[in-house]
């Protein structure tokens, strides 16, 4: 199972879309409530998680303009989509935002947005990133994985899992380049200080009813494990026994970035 599958976005949608800071939100409408209908780009807009939980919200006009480097998910937008009538328009383009940045006029944007993308881009593209968003007003990056996460009940492997797995979450994720992994909120966070008013905010899960979700993150806890070679059997056996009997839940730590332009 691969982490960008439509099947595991559209898994997370719903426990995404409860997650998110709705402090970011609020801002971003204040901040908003004198501009004009707002052009938004979506980086990494997978299956458009990010598209349905923020247009409604926002409370302007808005056009849209959805990015992904996957064929498959943006085909699979385009046929789904569906919004609100605040929306005027949506186009959708394939690029690879690490190796084409610069075919994205961002001057064009008053929101440049995206989710549950910032921790596998690599380190490089963050300052790229930032060298031409400068001047972008409102920067929106939500559900950062921030490098915590706990089931309980608790077993004595837990510290060591989640050890494993922020390692892998700062290789390659295919796409060519180490990803930064857990620390992407604090370095975005460091560059636009410069420009911006920043806000961190808490989007941590706190998944205890959902079996699918638990197991589909054991299955990739599962692949990590053994990609390193290593033996984890008792606490993998421990952890589906425990979603089985509906006695586990899984919280994990995520940030939503904001940055206004000052
Ligand atoms: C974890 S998914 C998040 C998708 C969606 N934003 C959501 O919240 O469900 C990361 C997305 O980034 C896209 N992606 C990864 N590398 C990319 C790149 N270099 N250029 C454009 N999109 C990329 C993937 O195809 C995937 O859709």
Same mark, same amino acid.
């Given at each position: 199972?691969?982490k960008?599958?439509?099947?595991?976005?559209l898994?997370?949608?719903?426990?995404?879309?409860?997650?998110?800071?709705?402090?970011?939100?609020?801002?971003?409408?204040?901040?908003?409530?004198?501009?004009?209908?707002?052009?938004?780009i #979506?980086?990494?807009?997978?299956?458009?998680?990010?598209?349905?939980?923020?247009?409604?919200?926002?409370?302007?006009?808005?056009?849209w303009?959805?990015? #992904?480097?996957?064929h498959?998910?943006?085909?699979?937008?385009?046929?789904?989509?569906?919004?609100?009538?605040k929306?005027?328009?949506?186009t959708?383009?394939?690029?690879?935002i690490?190796?084409?940045?610069?075919?994205?006029?961002?001057?064009?944007?008053?929101?440049?947005?995206?989710?549950?993308?910032?921790?596998i881009?690599?380190?490089?593209?963050?300052?790229?990133?930032?060298?031409?968003?400068k001047?972008t007003?409102i920067?929106? %990056?939500?559900?950062?994985? #921030?490098?915590?996460?706990?089931?309980?009940?608790?077993?004595k492997?837990?510290?060591?899992?989640?050890?494993?797995?922020?390692?892998?979450?700062?290789?390659?994720?295919?796409?060519?380049?180490?990803?930064?992994?857990?620390?992407?909120?604090?370095?975005?966070?460091?560059l636009?200080?410069?420009?911006?008013?920043? %806000?961190?905010?808490?989007?941590?899960?706190?998944?205890?009813?959902?079996?699918?979700?638990?197991?589909?993150?054991?299955? %990739?806890?599962?692949?990590?494990?053994?990609?390193?070679?290593?033996?984890y059997?008792?606490?993998?056996?421990?952890?589906?026994e425990?979603?089985?009997?509906?006695?586990?839940?899984l919280?994990?730590?995520n940030? #939503? %970035?904001?940055?206004?332009?000052?």
């Amino acid at each position: 199972m691969h982490k960008f599958e439509n099947s595991w976005l559209l898994s997370r949608e719903k426990i995404d879309s409860i997650s998110r800071n709705k402090k970011a939100i609020k801002k971003i409408n204040e901040y908003t409530s004198i501009s004009k209908n707002l052009n938004v780009i #979506d980086l990494g807009c997978g299956t458009g998680s990010n598209f349905r939980y923020l247009n409604p919200k926002i409370v302007k006009k808005q056009s849209w303009k959805m990015v #992904d480097i996957s064929h498959q998910s943006l085909s699979y937008l385009k046929k789904n989509i569906k919004h609100s009538q605040k929306i005027q328009n949506i186009t959708y383009k394939k690029i690879d935002i690490i190796k084409q940045i610069e075919k994205i006029n961002f001057k064009n944007f008053d929101i440049v947005t995206g989710s549950a993308l910032l921790d596998i881009m690599p380190k490089e593209w963050f300052m790229n990133f930032f060298n031409i968003n400068k001047s972008t007003e409102i920067i929106y %990056f939500t559900i950062n994985y #921030d490098g915590n996460f706990k089931f309980y009940p608790k077993h004595k492997d837990d510290d060591k899992i989640v050890s494993l797995f922020n390692q892998d979450q700062m290789s390659d994720k295919g796409i060519g380049k180490k990803a930064v992994g857990p620390k992407c909120t604090q370095i975005i966070d460091k560059l636009f200080q410069k420009t911006h008013n920043t %806000f961190i905010f808490k989007s941590n899960w706190i998944i205890e009813k959902n079996q699918i979700m638990q197991r589909m993150f054991i299955g %990739f806890c599962e692949e990590i494990i053994s990609k390193n070679k290593r033996n984890y059997e008792e606490w993998l056996n421990f952890r589906k026994e425990n979603i089985k009997s509906n006695k586990s839940i899984l919280k994990l730590q995520n940030k #939503d %970035f904001l940055a206004l332009k000052l």
